[in-house]
């Protein structure tokens, strides 16, 4: 016993390097799936555009109406579509790790809630684009604060209590925004259902979301053993030496940060908080060190995709991206979990 | 090597545990007795910083329990939980890599030292074989096992060990108590273990007894472990069969 512990052991194969190799496949695979759809988003439109067009506005720009289509008016909004669906699919990682809950998506908690009362309060009264953004942002920090002072308690933070507070919150929210949609006049219902449901038509310049994510992503990426550790349990994870309050305390932070930036930028996008993060465990990637990057590239390649489709499909209507985002992605999501293990 | 003083523990209203001084010395195998809800892995929750104790103090290599960051405990002090509720997603070897944790210095992962005590762990439980095997696969036994290799990898100096026999097959409860005391016997380390086994009790240096009303009673493993005295513990007719550490006890029916 004791010398077989002493001796050294010849491993033939860790798996963890397998796994990591795996996954460094899947984020090149995911990389390159991400700039297709930015492509294919500069691509598809209202003015037709061709693929040599693309190519040459992008890296040689001629001034034009094909490089203003393209600069001003697509890459924009790519961008915004892609910062929303990486910032909504890893706050998604970040709240199932919390809640150890796999129900758990960025809206759970009650941030697209508050943020939702406030933008429409802000629509009911004519407000601006500008006015419509501060008041959504007040009300989702509000509906943060509010869930974490009724939840936290030092030394102890009970996860249930956090799920229901944000779950009953969130309630509240929609009873007054259901009273919000009967009291509005019916010139601003359809701009409140389109903030409802997730649209990137008004999505402003997203370079804060970007830095948001990026700075969420490599935090978290690095802190990845600790999310593994903290997946066990929070007492496991303290077992093992994880630092699990304050962990537990950025997790909430951060994941509320970013729900708000993309709600801020595309109102409730649904289902990609939930879906994506799924996905990728049912494809088997668990590990958080390639979970969420994986997410950030899936969860933005996904909602840019969803946008061109939902501005091209009924040209020139343009249809709000939640709608297509919930249309793809169910198929995609109960086709994984019926496929056999 | 652990000291606790003047420590009381409780849960809901129930003193468990009062006033318990408990000095565990370097190389000393501990094991401690009780009925079921006696306390046992309340106090072990307590000693590791898990719990809150009602009041007292416990030192860990002379320093406060308090004054340690969690990281830095987790390389004090390691704890085999009773129960684990969480699914673990990744391979057994993915498992036990995360009782390396507290040593961690990349945050990129596992450096040769890491890959290497994971190695010496799943050979020391013997669950080579099984390392590239997903864990949910597993049976009872060799979870434990793998907790048990995890907590290996981890290399605490003091192990806090709560039931480890439970699930094991008789070879394994056999190989388990051989790598505490090979781990304990020389090094600067000590173990606490939670046992319901008299038999390996008695192959322990020192035996604590809680009696689940608040008293305790700490000693060396020969005095302690007697009929009369697990009798009163127990609240069971005990008989002896044989002495020192080879004497077995059942329970007279």
């Known amino acids: 016993m004791t010398s077989s512990a002493s001796r050294a052991v010849p491993t033939p194969q860790p798996a963890s390097l397998k796994g990591g190799r795996t996954g460094r496949g899947l984020l090149v695979i995911l990389a390159a799936i991400a700039a297709a759809s930015l492509f294919i988003a500069l691509l598809f439109g209202t003015l037709p555009i061709s693929v040599a067009q693309v190519f040459d506005s992008v890296f040689f720009p001629i001034p034009g109406v094909v ?81 974490f002072a009724l939840s936290f308690r030092a030394g102890d933070w009970n996860l249930h209590r956090l799920l229901l507070t944000g779950v009953v919150l969130s309630a509240g929210f929609s009873a007054l925004i259901s009273l919000l949609l009967v009291l509005a006049p019916q010139g601003q219902l359809k701009g409140m259902l389109f903030w409802l449901m997730g649209d990137l038509s008004h999505a402003g310049a997203s370079g804060l979301a970007w830095l948001l994510l990026a700075l969420v992503l490599l935090v978290f990426t690095l802190c990845a053993g600790s999310l593994n550790a903290l997946a066990l349990g929070a007492l496991k994870a303290r077992a093992l030496g994880v630092a699990v309050s304050g962990l537990q305390a950025a997790l909430y932070f951060c994941a509320a940060l970013a729900t708000v930036a993309a709600v801020l930028l595309g109102g409730s996008i649904g289902f990609v908080g939930l879906m994506v993060p799924h996905a990728l465990r049912l494809v088997g990637v668990n590990d958080h060190r390639w979970l969420l990057p994986a997410s950030a590239l899936a969860g933005g390649s996904f909602v840019v995709l969803a946008d061109t489709f939902a501005r091209t499909a009924w040209a020139p209507q343009q249809l709000p991206v939640g709608v297509f985002t919930a249309l793809l992605g169910v198929p995609v999501l109960l086709f994984l979990l019926s496929r056999k293990p | 090597m652990l000291h606790a003083e003047r420590l009381t523990i409780a849960v809901g209203a129930r003193t468990l545990c009062r006033e318990l001084d408990l000095a565990v010395a370097p190389g000393e195998l501990w094991a401690v007795l009780g009925c079921n809800g006696s306390g046992k892995t309340t106090l072990l929750h307590a000693l590791a910083g898990l719990a ?61 030292t890491d890959e290497e005590a994971a190695a010496r762990a799943l050979a020391a439980f013997d669950l080579e074989p099984l390392a590239a095997q997903s864990y949910g696969t597993l049976s009872g036994g060799e979870r434990q096992r793998a907790r048990l290799a995890q907590l290996s990898a981890q290399n605490p100096r003091l192990l806090l060990l709560d039931e480890p026999l439970q699930n094991l097959d008789l070879r394994h409860q056999l190989k388990t108590l051989e790598w505490v005391r090979a781990a304990v016997r020389g090094a600067d380390k000590a173990a606490l273990l939670v046992l319901h086994d008299l038999t390996f009790a008695g192959r322990c240096d020192r035996v604590l007894m809680l009696y689940g009303d608040g008293r305790f009673a700490a000693g060396a493993a020969a005095e302690m472990l007697q009929p009369e005295r697990l009798e009163n513990l127990y609240g069971c007719r005990v008989r002896a069969f044989g002495s020192g550490p080879d004497a077995h006890f059942i329970p007279v029916i």
């Open chain 1, 67 to 147: 490089q203003d289509v393209v600069w001003r008016l697509r890459l924009p909004r790519a961008f915004a579509a892609f910062a929303c669906g990486g910032l909504l699919a890893t706050a998604g990682v970040l709240l199932q790790v919390l809640l150890r809950n796999p129900l758990a998506d960025p809206y759970i908690l009650g941030v697209s809630g508050g943020a939702a009362l406030g933008a429409l309060g802000a629509l009911l009264f004519g407000a601006g684009l500008a006015f419509t953004n501060l008041a959504a942002l007040v009300g989702a920090l509000s509906a943060i604060a509010i869930v």
């Open chain 2, 52 to 112: 809150p104790a009602v009041a007292g103090r416990v030192t860990v290599a002379g320093k406060l329990l308090a004054d340690y960051s969690r990281r830095e405990l987790g390389r004090a002090l390691g704890i085999l939980l009773q129960r684990e509720d969480q699914e673990f997603w990744g391979t057994l070897r993915d498992y036990v890599m995360l009782g390396r944790y507290p040593h961690a210095r990349s945050l990129f992962g596992w450096n040769a």
